[in-house]
């Protein structure tokens, strides 16, 4: 079983549409959590992060983490077609961001 | 440049050849990561460096794989004998410091996409 699963899609919703990705993972020591975007043929850049459990805001993007279901999650409002791309969650136990572990990625398909 | 840059952005070869796969980082930027990115397996961690201290190789799949980092700049990323399940995209990433906090952010370059035949 690996350490962190995300479901690989594709995730076709349609312009507007509020989207939820979502990453389970075994590692209780995992303090960091990270939501990466990846546009095709490009490196994933980074979109937000959280310490430990609870809400983060950054305009559309909302990330959640919740510790004791070993689960996270990040929701776009208003999606739009440029969301396109896929979103890799990703996890450090040291401080920093030091030998992530990444899921599988979810591929996001918005619909204009 | 602005950002990481890696090269040659594709690369075929033959199974049994060696490759040589480098890296340019943001300058400035004291710590540098590579990773490799299989279809279906997400990004897997092969092996950072951070300043002058030895790199951390824990994430290397076998001793074919070696990497340096010259003159704590750029970084060249070796598989030796090449095997088809090396084929993936090698991406590198390079972050200002190591402290715990937003600085430590990862920027990506666009990877190298190495097909072995």
């Known amino acids: 079983q690996k350490e962190v699963e995300q479901d690989p899609g594709p995730l076709s919703v349609p312009e507007g549409a509020i989207v939820s990705l979502n990453c389970t993972y075994s590692n209780s020591a995992f303090q960091y959590f990270m939501w990466y975007r990846q546009y095709s043929r490009k490196g994933p850049e980074l979109l937000m992060y959280?310490?430990?459990?609870g809400n983060k805001e950054d305009g559309r993007f909302t990330a959640q983490v919740d510790k004791s279901s070993k689960y996270i999650s990040l929701f776009i409002r208003d999606s739009q077609p440029s969301d396109s791309a896929t979103y890799l969650c990703?996890?450090?136990?040291?401080?920093?961001?030091?030998?992530?572990?990444f899921g599988t990625g979810t591929r996001l398909l918005v619909s204009p | 440049g602005a950002g990481v840059s890696q090269s040659p952005s594709n690369k075929v070869t033959e199974k049994g050849k060696d490759v040589e796969l480098r890296c340019d980082p943001i300058?400035?930027?004291?710590?540098l990561y590579w990773y490799r990115q299989s279809l279906g397996q997400g990004l897997e961690f092969l092996i950072y460096?951070?300043?002058?201290?030895?790199?951390?190789k824990s994430g290397l799949p076998s001793d074919r794989f070696s990497a340096e980092r010259t003159g704590g700049s750029v970084s060249t990323l070796t598989i030796q004998r090449t095997q088809q399940e090396d084929s993936a995209v090698y991406l590198c990433?390079?972050?200002?410091?190591?402290?715990?906090?937003?600085?430590?952010?990862?920027?990506f370059g666009a990877g190298t996409r190495l097909s072995v035949l």
């Open positions: 300058s400035g930027h004291t710590a």
């Open positions: 990433a390079s972050s200002l410091v190591l402290a715990g906090g937003p600085e430590d952010i990862q920027y």
């Open positions: 990703a996890m450090s136990e040291t401080g920093g961001f030091q030998k992530l572990v």
């Open positions: 959280t310490y430990s459990s």
């Open positions: 460096f951070q300043g002058n201290s030895a790199p951390d």
